[in-house]
Structures are given as structure tokens and as C-alpha cells.
């Protein structure tokens, strides 16, 4: 078996690009307020229904006047931004450097650029006050179980996580039950935080309710946009 040369950047060179990655986005979103993160694959085709969900939740979001976060690339990142943008929303696009994933995609009123897994991650989280999650491969599953991970363990504030797919999901659901949940790695609750649902309007009006009440609770008018 033949062992390819691993090249790897040392610690010391990686730590100033992500701290600057991070400064950057926190100063571009810090004037734009809380958004909703959206994540999904990049290799879901324009024609596959889910492309076709999370445009409409973007364009939703837009409308409700919630600025829309998404991954920047193809596929249900690109759907979101699109669904945002055309609807003259607030389309937050955090693009990062891919082999497979050539250029961002053309709905972002505002464009962010990352080398690094850890600072975009930690963008999103940051800056978000609600996650929606559509399927999804790795980098989706990552998304969602760090979320749900800075949640449980309150290490970001309490925010609706919800899957859009139900035949998608059920079954890894169905799984934590049965696995995680019946051998107490995790608590009996700890999936109240989940919301599953294919309804754009249940989906909407959960958001809308949880931020407006989160915005009161805080007397924070920037989760919610005039």
C-alpha cells in the first residue's frame, strides 16, 4: 500500500488566517443582526424538490425580514441565498475553498470568504438565531450535531433547530432513540429541541415566534428587522 505525503500547515500559520476570518465576519454580521443558517448539500440538483423547500424558506425568511445564512456553494446553499436574494432580502453567503466547488454561487448581498472549516462553523453559530437543516451529507451531519452539541451543553443560547425532510430524517431519529437514547448517552429530552417538518408555513411561523420572543426577552430589536 502506497502512503501519500501528507503536506500540513503548521498550527501557528493556520491560527492568524482563521482569527482574521472570524474578525472579519463578526464585523460584517454585527451590522446585519441575527439571521437563520440554513444547511444542506451542495450536490442537490435545481430540479430535486428540496432544492425547491429551501428556495422557498429562503424567499420566506427574506420576506419576514430575517436575513438568510447559507454556505455559500450549489445545491440547497445556493436555493436558500436565491430564495432570499430575489425576494430583496438580506442573502449572507459563507463561501469556503473547495476543490469540487469552483466559484460561490450569484445570490449573495453579502459574500464571505473562508480557508477554514473551524472559523465558518463558528460564523454560524455566532450569528445565528434559528437553524433549519435540509439533507445533507458529512458537512451537513457536522452542522447539525455541533449545533446541537453548543446547545445541550449551552455553550450558544437556546434556538430551534429544524429538520426539513421528514422521509430524509425519520430514520436517524429513529436511531438516536434507539441507540442513544435508550443506552443514556444523551438525556430523554435532549431531542425537544428538534423540530421536524416538510411545511414552509409551520416552519416559518416557528421561527418568527421564537425570535420575536427572544428579540423581547432581550429588548434586542436586531433579531428582528424593521
Request: glycine share 8%; net charge negative; with cysteine.
Amino acid at each position: 500500500m502506497t502512503i501519500s505525503k501528507v503536506v500540513r500547515t503548521p498550527a501557528h500559520q493556520q491560527i492568524p488566517v482563521i482569527m482574521s476570518e472570524m474578525q472579519i465576519a463578526a464585523q460584517t454580521l454585527q451590522e446585519i443582526g441575527w439571521g437563520v443558517s440554513i444547511f444542506g448539500s451542495a450536490r442537490t440538483p435545481v430540479d430535486s424538490p428540496y432544492y425547491a423547500l429551501s428556495e422557498q424558506l429562503g424567499r420566506r425568511l427574506a420576506q419576514a425580514g430575517l436575513p438568510v445564512i447559507a454556505g455559500g456553494g450549489p445545491g440547497i446553499m445556493e436555493a436558500a441565498n436565491k430564495g432570499a436574494y430575489n425576494a430583496g432580502g438580506t442573502s449572507i453567503g459563507l463561501n469556503i475553498k473547495l476543490a469540487h466547488e469552483k466559484k460561490p454561487n450569484l445570490y449573495q448581498t453579502h459574500s464571505l470568504h473562508f480557508e477554514y472549516f473551524v472559523s465558518r462553523k463558528a460564523t454560524f453559530f455566532m450569528h445565528s438565531a434559528a437553524y433549519i437543516a435540509l439533507p445533507g451529507g458529512f458537512g451537513t451531519l457536522d452542522e447539525l450535531f455541533e449545533v446541537m452539541t453548543l446547545i445541550q451543553t449551552r455553550k450558544v443560547p437556546p434556538a430551534p433547530v429544524i429538520l426539513v425532510g421528514v422521509q430524509f430524517w425519520s430514520g436517524l431519529i429513529d436511531w438516536i432513540k434507539e441507540q442513544l437514547t435508550t443506552n443514556c448517552y444523551i438525556d430523554a429530552n435532549s431531542l425537544e429541541m428538534l423540530t421536524i417538518s416538510d411545511d414552509v408555513d409551520v416552519i416559518v411561523r416557528q421561527v418568527e415566534n421564537f425570535c420575536a420572543a427572544y428579540s423581547e426577552q432581550l429588548g434586542d430589536t436586531a433579531i428582528m428587522p424593521e
